[in-house]
Structure formats: C-alpha cells, structure tokens
C-alpha cells in the first residue's frame, strides 16, 4: 500500500492545523501516516519504534489484520443504529466482560472520562439507598480520591484529578471530593466515614508517574468501602486489559471492586469505554439515569471482541509478562546517572529521571522513537502488547546515546 504524503504537505498539514485546530495539544513537528505492528511512519518514510500506542491504546498494534478485517466486515453491515435497538455484538460483549472479571453488568460509553462519570453517577445513587434513614438527602455523597490521580478532564472525573494545573482554569468542580496520600493506610483509614459515597482509585497510577497501590492499601480501602457501605471504584482505563501481564491490575492485590472503568486498549484504537458494575450497583439504575448516544454500538464492540479475545488468553498475558520483565531488566541495566528508578509492572513502565521526560521524549524523534512523559521526570513506557524482546533490545540500543547525549548536554 503507497503512503504517498510529501514533505511539502506535512508542512501544509501542519500549518492547517496550527491556523484551525484549537491549541490544546503539543504536537510532536511531524506527520505520521500509517503503522505496522509496533512501528509507526511519517510523510518522509522514517520509521519510529512506537513505545506510546496512541498512550496505552494500541495493545495490538498497528494494522492487526484480524482487528482491521473485523472492523471493515462490520462496517459494511450495520455500523450504528443507538441504544433504542439490541444488537448481538453489544451484548456478547457485555457477557465477555462480565465473564472475564468480578462484574455482572456492564454499561457502556465512549471514553475513560466519561466511563468514570458513569461510575460516579452510579455510585451516588447507590449510595442515596443506603444512606442515613435511606432519604434522598442522605449526605452520603463524598468522592474519595488520591493524590497524583487520573481520572479525566471532564467536570466529574476532574474534580477527583487533584492536579492545579488541570483543575484551576475550571473552578468551580463537582463539590465534595477529598484527597488522600497515595499508598497512605492511616490517611485513607480516616477519610473514608459514614458520608463517603466512594473511593476511586487506580490500581497502578498513569499519568500519576506510574505508581502501583500496595495490595494491603487495596485491601483496607475494600475493607472500609465494606463497612461504611460505600463503593469502590478502579479505575482500570490504563492499567486494564493485559497491561500489567493479568487482564485486570487488581488481580495482583486479590481485591475487586463495585465498579470498574475500562477504555483505553478495549477496542485496539477505536472509542471506548466501559464501567463494570456488580449486581447490586446495577440494580438501583431505572431506565432514563443515564445513556449515550453512541455507546456500545456494534463498530465498536465488534473490535473489543476480537481485542479482548485475544488480550484474554493465558500465552498472550504470559508474553506480555515475560517481555515487561525482559524490557524492566534492560532499563536497570542502562547504568545512566540520569536514572533514578525503573519501576512498574508488565508493559507499564516508568523511568523516572534527573531531568525532564519531555527533553528524552524529543531526543527520541530524531532517532527513531516514540516515548511519552509521565509527570515532568518520568518517561512512561506503553507500548503494543505484541512488543518482542528484539524490540526491546532495539528501544535499549537507541535510549543510551539519547540519555548520553542529554547527560553531556
Ligand atoms: C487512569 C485514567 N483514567 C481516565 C482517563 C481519561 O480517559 P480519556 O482520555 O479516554 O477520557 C485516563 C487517560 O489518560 C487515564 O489514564
């Protein structure tokens, strides 16, 4: 297949943009035409070794076949019709989830924003029939969230982001939400009372810098959610799905939640996202709570059937097991006095440095590479879950003059 975009263009493109796309994002100065397994190509042909996967997406790569002959199969027959309507692939791939992990239920939605926004919503109605005297004003409406959390940018999922940066230009948020130390058993052991709605939490930060929940801090959250019945909610949308070498991060600490939000990886690269619920969160939501227009719909759920069937199986966990450690083990080895810690599990890795990510993340380009920051000192490593070690050796042969070259700079 010819991708015959010029050099000439990508500046055309690049100019189009700058003029008429809304500035919201740094775009890295090139323009990338089309993948192949874990590489990526730009207008010039230079091919970049991709460690981001559209940041955490991508689990399959770049131009699977068996993805891309599903989605172009179903898109010929039916490629949405809305909510008001069954469809097969919508709830076979409900019954995969709920199949797969702890939930009964799912519900369906575009985004991991907008899957967290659901779980909120959800978790505040439970928590109005079970409140004090089960009134409607029960005052059991309190989010509990962590510092250095993820949850989105929009109003609900932002308030429970205690990031200043993200949060002040849009003040004032949802009320009601109060944060505790990560990792913190005394602070969360005190936070979470009689008015709590919720704990939301990531089983292993993102965006956060990439630190995974102790499994006993998992336990004593489920443990108090337990006893002042509030529910608690994991935030899976970027540890979830085979990222961290089990299909679900709280396999690792043997807690599961009330809900979960999934997005990211679900549909290899297509819109989605997904709250998993158990039976009792479902059984208090009446048709008219909550919907989407698009959710669900059978594009969509067609690829994360083909995503989550392969994701699923015990070789393809183990490979990303064995090639998460091959990749740990190599960074550790790099011996760079810019490194600080090589931490994280599976295919999610952070390499926190003495200097800016962003500087490594640009160095990058030039050689062939694909990285994204975690926070100002932490490179995150998300690649494809079909990495090989061969690649890894290549990421490795490509790091050590970027962070040479930065440690002379
Ligand atoms: C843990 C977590 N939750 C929620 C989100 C928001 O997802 P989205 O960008 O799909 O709205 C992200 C995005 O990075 C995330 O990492």
């Not at 003029?19 to 730009?42: I, K, M, N, Q």
């Not at 679900?266 to 959710?295: K, M, N, R, W, Y």
């Not at 083909?306 to 183990?318: G, M, T």
């Not at 890795?349 to 490594?360: F, K, M, N, P, R």
Request: glycine share 8%; hydrophobic share 45%.
């Amino acid at each position: 297949m010819a991708f015959t975009t010029t050099q000439t263009d990508a500046q055309a493109i690049m100019a189009l943009e700058a003029r008429h796309v809304v500035h919201s994002y740094a775009r890295a100065p090139f323009v990338l035409t089309h993948g192949e397994g874990v590489y990526l190509y730009d207008s010039d042909g230079k091919r970049y070794l991709d460690m981001v996967a559209g940041i955490a997406v991508n689990a399959l790569g770049h131009g699977d076949p068996e993805l891309a002959a599903a989605i172009a199969q179903q898109a010929t027959r039916m490629i949405h019709v809305s909510n008001l309507y069954h469809t097969a692939p919508h709830a076979e791939l409900a019954a995969k989830l709920c199949g797969l992990s702890f939930a009964d239920r799912v519900f369906f939605n575009n985004s991991g924003s907008e899957a967290n926004e659901t779980a909120i919503k959800f978790a505040r109605k439970l928590a109005r029939t079970r409140g004090i005297g089960k009134k409607s004003d029960s005052g059991k409406t309190q989010i509990v969230a962590f510092t250095d959390a993820f949850h989105g940018r929009t109003m609900g999922a932002l308030a429970a982001t205690p990031r200043e940066k993200y949060q002040a230009p849009f003040r004032p948020l949802m009320p009601d939400v109060v944060v505790a130390p990560f990792n913190d058993l005394e602070a969360a052991a005190r936070l979470v009372w009689p008015g709590t709605c919720a704990v939301i939490v990531e089983p292993v930060q993102g965006e956060g810098g990439i630190h995974a929940a102790t499994p006993e801090f998992l336990q004593l959250l489920r443990e108090r959610c337990d006893r002042f019945e509030a529910a608690l909610i994991f935030d899976e949308v970027q540890c979830g799905v085979g990222r961290t070498g089990t299909l679900w991060a709280y396999e690792a600490a043997g807690v599961t939640p009330d809900i979960m939000t999934l997005a990211k990886p679900l549909a290899g690269g297509l819109p989605i996202g997904a709250a998993l619920v158990t039976e009792q969160v479902a059984s208090v939501i009446e048709p008219g709570d909550h919907g989407s227009t698009f959710a669900g719909g059978p594009l969509v759920t067609t690829a994360a059937q083909v995503v989550l069937n392969r994701i699923s199986q015990p070789d393809f966990l183990a490979h990303v097991r064995e090639v998460g450690n091959y990749l740990k083990e190599r960074l550790e080895e790099l011996n760079s006095p810019l490194i600080r810690e090589v931490r994280g599990r599976g295919l999610m890795l952070g390499l926190e440095l003495t200097i800016s990510a962003q500087d490594v993340v640009q160095a990058g380009w030039s050689h062939g590479l694909l990285l994204v920051n975690a926070g100002p000192n932490v490179v995150r490593l998300v690649p494809p879950l079909i990495l090989e070690k061969s690649h890894v050796d290549e990421l490795i042969d490509k790091l050590q003059p970027i962070l040479s070259g930065l440690q002379t700079a």
